[in-house]
DNA sequence: CAATTTTCTGAACACCGTTTAGCATACGGC
DNA sequence: GCCGTATGCTAAACGGTGTTCAGAAAATTG
């Protein structure tokens, strides 16, 4: 009785055929080419079909994002394994730092898609939303490298998690406001762009780093 | 000859009233509820009068943002008076941190428009755009102030503008992502929201202070 | 092959930003 | 006061959007 499968595969495919399709146009024209109609004619069917696979645009979006996420890992990945196997939690945490930058530069409106939309988690269900669903392995990832940097010594914090939320918020800050052009003046480059968010994590690092290093007095 | 200059008083009164009626639908109804109909509605005008004042709804939500960063001025200047008269720089930074977020969290919808919006500078001209064009004051006080704070030997850092960019950058960050609900679960309150802020100002500007003070060596 | 279920779509609805042709009204010169 | 003109304004339309729904088309079943 393999017909129901097949139809059901078929059925699979059409479904992640039209979330690709949505992430190639953000991809390739941007998120303002990104209609319900520019999807349904790269995939060759009516408009009104989405509808059957998805409730809203709203809901596809959130599928889209959840691929950002995991597009976004394999930067993350990346700047991890450049930063080497012998690096220590704090130089992880600026791999982190990189790899979430990079990634902005590189997939701008997959970035604007992720975190500037108007979002609104629907207040009321803010589970199965947005970050909260998929962000959370790189949010955990994170927090956890920041907690092996406090275990370690290397950082004086009272709380990872809220550690954790502020690194994220110093880069994704910087990364909003370049992507957003509102320092153009100051960043006239990529690199240039990418140096400040290094100086920036230097900073907040070294706001972090114990102040006497344990330095034994001798009496 | 009053009745020309009635006339020019009369069409000035308009523009500002659309720009008015644009900031109120903003503030009350939300970004999503400001069409050019919406306006026109308000304003008990026809949408296309709109177009004999503002190009197109570009250039009008150009003085939205306009406004909006004068009343960003008032958060400020509230900020900058409570911190009290004798604060040094970089309590007067923390002051402008603190501006930044309240307003952001009291005039969500404005923040938005202000700094997530599509915003594209129409990369060429990006003078009198956005926050190059009104933004400035706040970002130079900015600046000035974390220069102060270099001068008085509080901060150590090679450049304050890049030092404003990142402290912006910071609270920013941590501005927009909580707006947006992506750190809904950890920050259930707008109290628990400004304490991270100040939280992070504290870190960034802990990084800053300069490790050894000035301890002249006994020999 | 006929009946039924499943999958899909054409057309419509209400909205959007924007343009244009034309209608009133208020003005300046006679 | 009247007339031509310049000004301010708008109704209507255009092409776009997200979304819905009756019904066509296709695939599966008996």
New interface residues.
């Given amino acids: 009785m393999g017909i129901a499968e097949r139809r059901e595969r078929e059925k699979e495919a059409l479904r992640t055929g039209i979330v690709e399709a949505a992430r190639d146009i953000v991809s390739e024209k941007g998120?303002?080419a990104l209609s319900m109609r520019s999807i349904a004619e790269r995939i060759e069917y009516s408009p009104a079909t989405i509808y059957l696979y998805f409730k809203d645009k709203e809901e596809l979006l959130g599928e889209v994002i959840k691929a950002g996420f995991e597009r976004m890992g394999g930067y993350v990945h990346e700047e991890l394994a450049m930063a080497g196997s012998e690096a220590d939690p704090a130089q992880q945490h600026r791999a982190l730092g990189r790899a979430y930058a990079r990634f902005a530069l590189e997939n701008t409106a997959y970035f604007r898609v992720m975190?500037?939309l108007?979002?609104?988690?629907h207040v009321g269900r803010?589970e199965d939303?947005?970050?909260?669903d998929s962000?959370p392995a790189a949010k955990q990832l994170l927090a956890e490298t920041i907690q092996r940097a406090m275990d370690a010594g290397l950082y004086e914090?009272e709380d990872a998690?809220?550690?954790a939320?502020?690194a994220?918020?110093?880069?994704?800050?910087?990364?909003?406001?370049y992507i957003?052009?509102?320092?153009?003046?100051?960043?006239p480059s990529q690199e240039a762009f990418m140096e400040?968010v290094e100086?920036?994590m230097?900073?907040?690092?070294?706001?972090?780093?114990p102040r006497e290093t344990a330095k034994p007095p001798a009496p």
């Fill in positions: 998120l303002d975190f500037e108007p979002n609104v988690p803010m939303c947005r970050s909260v962000g914090l998690a809220t550690g939320l502020i994220w918020g110093l880069v994704h800050g910087l990364t909003s406001l957003s052009g509102h320092c153009a003046m100051m960043l400040v100086t920036a230097d900073s907040l690092g070294n706001g972090w780093v």
